[in-house]
């Protein structure tokens, strides 16, 4: 084969990848485009106030995932009428939990070169109070019923928790001091009655008992554990294995959670 067709095949290929990549690019703006547009039978949305105030009219918040303009926003609609119209407030979140009139919510911030991630702390009028930065990606969020304590997780590594290819950060803040234990993993185990330590240590899914006390999934050894946390104390203890993602009742009388079964 000649130089000169080595070129020519060069330059052939090089078009042929520059179309590839320009038919991707145009597809994500397209996709992008269409996420922002109301689609057809969608849910009725329309801009305005929400709030998170306890007293009042019973309203759910939560966020609108519906295609079009206000999407991931928090949005109300009554709690006796889940179909109404949906009111959004303009404030967009990647996770989102509130109780007492405190919300926590986790957004991305979108950079130039990669987006990053930060916790904001919201007040009843959805007003941001206190903001802390993430090392990853957002997965969970739960604020204690008191409104006192916030709590999040998030993926520094992998992106799901299939497997055991993946790490968490679960932090807890004390949204009325600023006091934040950034990470669960500093927290003494005590498992089967004894101190535990280990490389591979994961916690995610932190449900509030009250503002001392909290329940939560450990992960360790290929196993899932049930903890109890004593914030005080800074401990935390196994109470049972092959379950994980724990979740309080308002009432805080039944404790509901996923159990694994063993592979």
């Known amino acids: 084969m000649t130089t000169r067709n080595r070129l020519l095949i060069l330059v052939a290929a090089?078009?042929?990848?520059?179309c590839v990549a320009g038919a991707?690019?145009?597809?994500?703006?397209?996709?992008?485009?269409?996420?922002n547009t109301e689609q057809a039978g969608g849910p009725p949305v329309v801009q305005g106030a929400v709030s998170l105030a306890p007293a009042g009219p019973r309203l759910m918040v939560f966020r609108n995932m519906a295609w079009g303009p206000h999407r991931d926003e928090l949005a109300t609609v009554p709690a006796a009428s889940p179909g109404a119209t949906r009111t959004a407030s303009g404030v967009r979140c990647l996770r989102f939990h509130a109780a007492a009139g405190t919300g926590i919510c986790l957004q991305s911030v979108?950079?130039?070169?990669?987006?990053?991630?930060?916790?904001?702390?919201?007040?009843?009028?959805?007003?941001?109070?206190?903001?802390?930065?993430l090392n990853g990606i957002?997965?969970?969020?739960?604020?204690?019923?008191?409104?006192?304590?916030?709590?999040?997780?998030?993926?520094?590594?992998?992106?799901?928790?299939?497997?055991?290819?993946?790490?968490t950060r679960t932090s807890i803040l004390d949204v009325r001091t600023g006091r934040l234990d950034a990470s669960l993993e500093d927290?003494?185990?005590?498992?089967?009655?004894?101190?535990?330590?280990?490389?591979?240590?994961?916690f995610w899914g932190v449900t509030f008992a009250d503002d001392g006390h909290f329940y939560a999934t450990l992960a360790t050894g290929g196993r899932t554990y049930l903890i109890r946390g004593d914030i005080a104390a800074r401990t935390v203890t196994t109470l049972r294995p092959n379950v994980e993602c724990p979740s309080l009742s308002p009432d805080g009388t039944r404790l509901v959670f996923k159990k694994r079964v063993p592979g």
């Open 14 to 18: 090089a078009a042929v990848l520059a």
């Open 24 to 35: 991707a690019v145009w597809h994500a703006s397209d996709r992008a485009a269409r996420r």
């Open 138 to 167: 957002p997965t969970r969020a739960r604020v204690s019923p008191s409104g006192h304590l916030a709590a999040w997780t998030v993926f520094v590594g992998g992106d799901s928790y299939a497997g055991t290819d993946f790490s």
């Open 187 to 202: 927290f003494t185990i005590l498992k089967d009655g004894h101190r535990y330590r280990a490389t591979d240590v994961n």
């Open 110 to 133: 979108h950079g130039t070169v990669q987006d990053t991630y930060r916790a904001v702390v919201l007040d009843s009028h959805l007003k941001e109070t206190r903001h802390y930065p």
